[in-house]
């Protein structure tokens, strides 16, 4: 896939399936997600963010969800790509400092013929 393929409509699709994801935890933020393409692999390279938001108790200074993942060929099936990004809990605490854990991996699948991106899985 091209990164001139992947287009914002389904940079949007992704967004909100994650988004969808994320509310089925309990967690209601919005995701955005930004792409770019690496030099000199010609892969598509992922970035999701959420706004930040707090819990309830308030235990740190800001909460927010972060990932990324790339755009591989699917050995499988020609024509068709997937898309794996690894989520994680990041936070900032009162003091200053930031830690973060793992939350989940979420995987899409695309083909080059259209703009569909199917949800696979939301993996724990």
Not at 86 to 104: M, V
Not at 110 to 123: K, L, Q
Request: proline share 2%; hydrophobic share 35%; glycine share 8%.
């Amino acid at each position: 896939m091209k990164y001139e393929d992947f287009t914002k409509d389904m940079q949007t699709e992704i967004a909100n399936k994650i988004q969808d994801c994320l509310k089925k935890l309990g967690i209601h933020t919005s995701v955005e997600i930004s792409s770019r393409e690496t030099k000199p692999y010609g892969k598509i390279w992922v970035n999701v963010k959420s706004d930040t938001f707090n819990t309830s108790p308030v235990m740190f200074k800001n909460v927010w969800i972060d990932g990324c993942g790339i755009v591989e060929k699917d050995e499988e099936y020609d024509g068709t790509y997937n898309l794996t990004i690894a989520l994680h809990y990041r936070w900032e605490t009162f003091s200053g400092g930031y830690n973060g854990t793992e939350l989940a991996t979420v995987t899409f699948r695309m083909c080059d013929n259209d703009d569909y991106v199917r949800f696979m899985g939301f993996a724990l």
